[in-house]
């Protein structure tokens, strides 16, 4: 039990420097964000997707709708639908892949949206992202059967020939417009903010509460026990006081 204090102060102590750097990062993503758009590479490396996640770039070309994926179930707003991932082939021939956003689970045949696809050239203004990490409780996809359940960059990419390497089409300003393109089957891009959680404020306060909590604990436990004899002289000394 001795040992409970100190470890819950060290975890908080940990948090305290995780929020720092969290907090740095957020900072650092929210100052991409904000930079104007650039055009994308034709060629780019991990490394530069890494350095430039959540940077706006501009990309042209023609979306390869074959090969359009279904990655979901995923809701919105507790509506059940799917994400529509599409190769885009640019200028130059090379591939990448588009996350175009969310559609509703009624709208996911192609055939029931035909205004989200256009043939011929687009221009597309999207978030770099990096391949997110795997979990292990997400089933694998099916690609023969063109089944995801999850964004896997490594699979999506080699079954729709692209280069690894992912954008997310931004929602537009406008409400109106986002609510129109959602009625006709355009899929919902990503909203403009930083999509980073940050519980660590609240783990710190919670380790260094258990740390106070537990240290008081100890204290009572350590507390050295009244002798029977200095009760009695105790109880003796209060009794005169009264009598």
């Not at 260094?208 to 050295?224: C, D, E, N």
Request: charged residues 25%.
């Amino acid at each position: 039990m001795c040992s409970v204090p100190l470890i819950a102060f060290g975890l908080g102590t940990w948090q305290v420097q995780r929020l720092k750097w969290k907090l740095a990062l957020l900072d650092e993503v929210n100052d991409r964000m904000h930079r104007r758009p650039i055009a994308l590479p034709l060629r780019a490396t991990s490394d530069e997707i890494e350095q430039n996640e959540y940077r706006r770039v501009i990309v042209h070309g023609d979306f390869d709708h074959s090969k359009e994926m279904l990655v979901g179930p995923r809701s919105l707003e507790g509506e059940p639908g799917y994400i529509v991932v599409t190769p885009l082939v640019r200028e130059d021939g090379s591939r990448i892949l588009i996350n175009r956003g969310w559609v509703r689970r009624d709208l996911a045949d192609p055939k029931a949206r035909p205004q989200s696809q256009p043939a011929g050239p687009v221009t597309i203004v999207a978030f770099v992202r990096r391949a997110t990490a795997k979990n292990s409780f997400t089933p694998k996809p099916s690609p023969e059967k063109n089944q995801w359940f999850s964004i896997d960059l490594d699979v999506m990419s080699r079954h729709g020939d692209t280069q690894p390497v992912l954008l997310e089409v931004i929602q537009p300003d406008s409400v109106a417009t986002t609510i129109q393109n959602a009625g006709s089957g355009i899929p919902i891009g990503v909203p403009f903010q930083v999509d980073i959680r940050n519980n660590h404020l609240q783990y710190l306060i919670t380790w260094y509460t258990l740390a106070v909590i537990t240290s008081g604990m100890l204290f009572y436990a350590l507390r050295k026990p009244e002798s029977a004899m200095a009760k009695i002289q105790r109880l003796r000394s209060k009794a005169g006081r009264f009598s």
